[in-house]
């Protein structure tokens, strides 16, 4: 008894598919075991100057520092209510109010 060959277009397809796997696997195979390029900024390459900048280290010495708990929250600050008048009057700032309890946790 004599075998069906199969149809040309399908021995095609077969070895289309099969062709096609093996390329995919091996560009990812590729991309795996390929070392990449490391391109670094010059500026970052550049050697550091190793003399103390005295201005800068004097200025640190102006510099504001805060203490834990110094920091206040901006929701406490009471606003002064805009004059009524239009004679311009010098403004004050705005008084700040140090909560003595902690604040509530408000729960849905």
Known sequence: ???????????????????????????LYEIITSIPDVEVDPELLKPIDPTLNQEALNRLDNRL?????????????????????KIPTPTKRPEIVIPTEPMPILSP
């Open 1 to 27: 008894m004599k075998k069906p060959k199969a149809p040309q277009l399908v021995t095609v397809a077969i070895f289309t598919t099969i062709t096609i796997i093996f390329w995919v696997f091996m560009g």
């Open 65 to 85: 520092y805060f203490e834990e708990g110094e920091t206040y929250s901006p929701s406490i600050i009471k606003e002064e209510p805009e004059p009524t008048s």
